[in-house]
């Protein structure tokens, strides 16, 4: 205040009396302090948004945090968790994700950037096991879950280290693909992210199939096959999986064999039941195309034999397959008193194609099944069933054998009382038949 006052000229002319030159002061006085105030706002503002939005400031404060941390996970759980509410992780999650798996920023290719010191606390420099592997699956996991619009940009980061394979030594390899089982197996990563894995330099090196090998046994320590198999169809993975292999071994015999040896042979089984469902896919799609064709039946049933000769597929997959063909070749009346005479026109036309699909007992019963199951989910057909069945019966595609054989134990639970009864007085005939049968042929001994 005296230093104000000094600088102040006091003459009666410019000031009338004491109190106006007091007022002129305390005015003077407010205002300098003020604008010293609002400098050290400043001044503590600019620091903290140099460590918020500056790159490198970020970068230092996550690796000095990692230091003070070092192997203690939930620590570094605990500081991640503190720092997203002064650090900018939206802005960069990719240089977040960067230093908890490579100890520092990654440059194009998987090398990493000099401009800071990297840490020896990350992914990278852990121990390669499955227990280490998991405690840092559940750093990621907190992380996530504490700021969920990480999510996208985590994504994102694991297909780049996936492209950056061939970069890394093996050992960061292994660690990086028995973490990213774990998050899958956890749903902290979508499976779409294998996509990265069929870059073309990445297969023809051998990078792809090496890590997919470590990926897929972690992940099927954490779940079984029937939830991996899940997760790949959810993403369109699980037609894919040959593409870990280059063109030229592109082959259900050789992925089997590779995955067979390296102690994996639930994918290598589940990749074989995938080719077998492309492939029946494929065949259904060609049957209805010569059917709308018109062609004729020989052709058909010899294109239908080869083609289970080369996919290996048994008959009783074949006549299901046949059955639902035949049943989606036409567009089906809308009145159920008509329907039954469209269907019986139509399987009378195609009666022999199932007659040279139905060569086994066990063919024959899993035929009446599919009918079953066809003439309960179609609300139209549920009085067709046994015309249906009788006329099947008729042209020697179902015998008596199979017929009873459904009726007293094979059928299922759909439409059974309905079916059941709709067939009762036929059973009882072909009883009857088989009983007069057995009656003559002692009578002739």
């Known amino acids: ?13 410019e000031y009338d009396d004491l109190q106006m030159f007091l007022t002129c002061v305390w005015v003077r006085y407010v205002l300098e302090e003020g604008r010293k105030s609002l400098a050290l706002i400043n001044s503590v503002f600019s620091t903290d948004e140099k460590e918020r939005f500056d790159p490198s400031q970020f970068q230092e404060s996550i690796i000095q945090g990692l230091n003070q941390t070092g192997t203690d996970l939930e620590a570094v759980a605990k500081f991640l968790d503190a720092s997203g509410a002064k650090l900018d992780y939206r ?95 956890n749903g902290n990563l979508s499976a779409s992210i294998l996509s990265s894995l069929f870059n073309e330099n990445l297969v023809k090196e051998g990078v792809s199939a090496c890590f997919a090998v470590k990926l897929f046994k972690s992940w099927l320590s954490e779940k079984d096959i029937s939830s991996v198999a899940t997760s790949l169809r959810k993403v369109g993975m699980d037609n894919r999986l040959m593409e870990l292999f280059p063109a030229n071994k592109r082959s259900c015999e050789h992925f089997s064999k590779y995955f067979t040896d390296a102690g994996l042979k639930e994918i290598s089984d589940f990749a074989r039941n995938q080719q077998s469902i492309g492939a029946r896919k494929e065949l259904q799609k060609e049957l209805q195309e010569q059917m709308a064709r018109g062609d004729p039946l020989k052709d058909i049933i010899a294109y239908v034999r080869e083609e289970m000769k080369k996919n290996n597929i048994s ?88 017929i009873l054989k459904w009726y007293n134990e094979g059928h299922v639970t759909k439409g059974k009382s309905v079916f ?26």
Not at 1 to 13: E, K, L, N
Not at 112 to 117: C, G, I, N, P, Q
Not at 420 to 445: I, T, Y
């Open 1 to 13: 205040m005296s230093v104000i006052i000094t600088q102040m000229p006091f003459q009666g002319r």
């Open 91 to 185: 802005r960069y999650a990719e240089t977040l994700f960067d230093i908890l798996v490579a100890g520092g920023m990654l440059a194009p290719g998987g090398t990493l950037s000099e401009d800071v010191t990297p840490t020896e606390f990350c992914l990278f420099k852990a121990q390669e096991d499955i227990e280490t592997m998991q405690a840092y699956a559940q750093v990621f996991n907190k992380l996530i879950r504490r700021y969920k619009y990480l999510e996208k940009g985590f994504e994102e980061e694991i297909k780049k280290l996936l492209l950056f394979l061939k970069g890394f030594t093996e050992s960061e390899r292994n660690k990086l693909a028995m973490l990213t089982g774990i998050l899958l197996a």
């Open 315 to 402: 008959e009783q997959t074949m006549i299901g397959l046949i059955w639902l063909s035949v049943m989606s070749s036409v567009e089906w009346n809308k009145k159920e008193e008509l329907v039954t005479e469209q269907a019986i026109k139509l399987l009378k036309q195609y009666s022999p194609l199932l007659k040279a699909f139905t060569s086994q007992g066990l063919s024959e019963l899993t035929l009446l099944l599919k009918i079953q199951e066809y003439c309960y989910d179609n609300i139209h057909f549920m009085k067709a069933f046994q015309k249906i069945v009788v006329l099947l019966y008729k042209a020697d595609v179902l015998s008596e054998e199979a």
């Open 420 to 445: 059941l009864e709709q067939m009762k007085k036929f059973v009882e005939w072909l009883k009857n038949a088989e009983e007069e049968s057995e009656s003559e042929e002692e009578e002739a001994d």
